[in-house]
């Protein structure tokens, strides 16, 4: 059995344990109002590990977008020959 943390609209935040046997737990209904409520992600024991750590955990949940410009540039490789098994005849 595993806990995860729900949020549901109305009443907040609640926890449920369940059986996953392999399948994704993304919603579970709200014991107070019974209303379908989505899976929250939280880190495990972020509290213990290093504050570098935590920050890069934190802020890979967010994507970063990169333009083309900024990527860097792809070098090319020269090639010696064009067909390298013929290049000593």
Known sequence: MAQFTFKCRTCGTFESWMVTKGARVN??????????????FQPVHVSKMDAKVKSRIESGMQPKTVQRKDLPAKQRQLQRAPRPWQAGH
């Open 27 to 40: 919603e579970a209904p709200c014991p107070l109002c019974g209303e379908t409520s989505g899976r929250v």
